[in-house]
């Protein structure tokens, strides 16, 4: 298969079930510390031995029990709660409805293929996935109960997240979160590549470990994550070539001064510049459509020529650096719609690479899976 294509993960089944782990925790001066990378350097085989001189030196703590999860983490005043715990990926859909896990992007299956590897060899998932959702009642009252107790820890790292985590054994409350989790579906906010991997792991030994992989599920109507945009600057293309695609692919074409055109950013209007010129774009869009999508399938395809490549940057100010030393069209992106987003998930579409950027995400670290354990 070309290294370069980009394919749909599969789609795992309902009921969604996150169930109880043994949780590996890094000492919390060392959460957001770059050295503990060291803890996952090759040799990967090493990392066994590694993690249980980590544990012996007080740098890692492993809990014997094994618990489903609450983690809040707080970051620039914004606070983020959801339940950590392994993701059954043992079954597949099979017909839509059955859809428990929506990916919206597509993934390379060489990197997926590295990743499963990686882990394999580590025998962990060092980080969770984040999924987002939106919680029914009886899940949502669960999880604020468990929060308004004491937490089994609360700490600051490194990085100066704040985090609160709890442990929740009791099966009162795990039965009530899995009746209320089964018939939920889920879209993949960060891990497309993990995600497969762990399917791939999964396929390659069914039925152990490998049946479950460590996930976040946060409640997007509770504590949401921020959905923020990602934009482009398109080398060796000028706007004279932008607006000539334009025409042909229907979009309204109009230039103005800066600040107008910044007023005009929005969900049907894109904004564009080679740093002189300022454009609006204005697009017609059904409700299950992106602008992300209108650019990369309807724009970019009716240009004249290139891009020669496409750079992504998370910030106007950074969008706009990149231009100054590379030149080209910079293309100001709005901020997707959670809802949009998920109903081009559900009919099945692929957003363009690097088209959502949902933040903050946690400091890894907090919470691992060893595969080991189960």
């Not at 997007?220 to 921020?226: H, K, S, W």
Request: glycine share 8%.
């Amino acid at each position: 298969m070309d290294s370069t294509a980009v394919v749909t993960p599969p789609y795992v089944g309902r009921p969604l079930r996150l169930e109880p782990f043994h949780a590996l925790r890094l000492n919390p001066r060392r959460v957001g510390d770059p050295a503990s990378r060291r803890l996952y350097a090759r040799p990967y085989r090493a990392v066994t031995a590694r993690l249980s001189q980590w544990q012996e030196r007080g740098q890692l703590r492993r809990d014997a029990d094994p618990a489903l999860w609450l983690h809040e983490y707080t970051e620039a005043g914004l606070t983020v709660r959801g339940l950590v715990g392994a993701l059954d990926v043992s079954h597949r859909a099979s017909s839509p409805s059955d859809r428990a896990v929506l990916p919206h992007e597509g993934i390379h299956p060489a990197q997926a293929d590295s990743l499963a590897d990686r882990m394999t060899q580590l025998a962990l998932n060092p980080a969770p996935i984040l999924l987002v959702h939106r919680a029914p009642a009886q899940v949502r009252t669960l999880v604020r109960q468990v929060a308004a107790t004491d937490p089994t820890d609360d700490f600051v790292d490194r990085n100066g997240q704040r985090h609160r985590i709890w442990a929740i054994r009791e099966r009162v409350v795990l039965d009530g979160l899995a009746d209320g989790l089964a018939g939920c579906q889920a879209l993949i906010a960060d891990g497309h590549h993990r995600y497969a991997a762990y399917l791939r792991m999964q396929a390659r030994e069914p039925g152990g470990a490998f049946d479950r992989g460590l996930a976040m599920l946060v409640d997007q109507e509770d504590t949401p994550l921020f959905l923020g945009p990602i934009h482009r600057v398109l080398s060796g293309v000028s706007l004279d070539d932008l607006a000539a695609a334009a025409e042909i692919a229907g979009a309204g074409y109009d230039v103005g001064d800066r600040a107008a055109a910044m007023d005009s950013l929005g969900p049907h209007t894109l904004v564009a510049t080679d740093g002189t010129t300022w454009a609006t774009l204005k697009l017609d869009l059904p409700a299950d459509r992106a602008a992300v999508e209108a650019l990369h399938d309807d724009l970019i395809p009716a240009l004249g020529r290139g891009p020669a490549r496409i750079h992504h940057h998370h910030s106007v100010d950074a969008t706009l650096g990149q231009l100054r030393r590379a030149g080209g069209v910079a293309v100001l992106m709005p901020a997707p719609d959670v809802d949009v987003v998920l109903r081009v998930a559900a009919a099945d579409r692929l957003l363009p690479e690097k088209a959502t950027s949902f933040q903050p995400k946690p400091s890894p670290g907090v919470l691992i899976r060893s595969l080991r354990d189960g």
